[in-house]
């Protein structure tokens, strides 16, 4: 079965830059989508189709997706965007899968 | 404005059968390319996808549990009801239902529930 691996965690400074990547097979040949979720929180939906941001996004969140990597890039991190950020793809047949999550935590 | 929420027993024993309703409204699984999802995560693990009901009656279900899931849009027409037979208590989770449509893309979920903790314990 089809297979996304994050890392556990990425730790940043305030002002910094996050960068978190979601790695599996071919990636580049499926559509990436990025979830934020808060403790407690249900997930919300990010990025969208590798690099769209999804409504109420702010600029400083921006992806890509190339190769076999996914890539979510937070610029100028702020307290608010400490959170556990999710990775997710979806083949032609209609299987979806998450990656492991990553934490991302402001220090 | 698309708003879901989760309902069904907080706890279960071992061996039974879960039967979790999804609430929606703002859309109508009536019209097309319109689909509800659902989707869980232990505590502190990750979300899993399980399980995707498409606007015509369509499912997708997770390679890993097919066999133990069922979807079926429920008795009123805004809801949808997940099943999983033989609970195990490594099926302690919340489960959450979400949106996937056209308003924002196909294949992700733009929107969630809240999420509903089910506990798997005799």
């Known amino acids: 079965s089809y297979e996304l691996t994050q890392p556990p965690s990425v730790s940043v400074s305030p002002g910094q830059t996050a960068r978190i990547i979601c790695s599996g097979d071919?990636?580049?040949?499926?559509?990436v989508y990025w979830y934020q979720q808060k403790p407690g929180q249900a997930p919300v939906l990010v990025i969208y189709?590798?690099?769209e941001r999804a409504s109420g996004i702010p600029e400083r969140f921006s992806a890509s997706n190339s190769g076999t990597e996914a890539t979510l890039t937070i610029s100028g991190v702020q307290g608010e965007d400490e959170a556990d950020y999710h990775c997710?793809?979806?083949?032609?047949?209609?299987?979806?899968?998450f990656g492991s999550g990553t934490t991302v935590t402001v220090l | 404005q698309i708003t879901l929420k989760e309902s069904g027993p907080t706890l279960v024993k071992p061996s039974q059968t879960l039967t979790l309703t999804c609430s929606f409204s703002?859309?109508?699984?009536?019209?097309?390319?319109?689909?509800v999802g659902w989707i869980r995560q232990p505590p502190g693990k990750a979300l899993e996808w399980l399980a995707l009901?498409?606007?015509?009656?369509?499912?997708r279900y997770s390679p890993s549990l097919r066999s133990r899931l069922s979807l079926s849009k429920g008795p009123s027409k805004d809801e949808v009801v997940l099943t999983m037979t033989n609970m195990d208590p490594v099926d302690t989770a919340t489960y959450y239902c979400?949106?996937?449509?056209?308003?924002?893309?196909?294949?992700?979920?733009?929107?969630w529930g809240q999420g509903t903790v089910v506990t798997v314990s005799s």
């Open positions: 009901l498409y606007w015509d009656g369509d499912q």
């Open positions: 703002g859309f109508s699984l009536d019209e097309p390319r319109q689909c």
């Open positions: 979400a949106h996937d449509g056209p308003e924002v893309s196909y294949d992700a979920f733009d929107m």
């Open positions: 189709k590798d690099k």
């Open positions: 997710q793809t979806a083949d032609s047949s209609g299987i979806y899968v």
């Open positions: 071919a990636l580049e040949r499926r559509y």
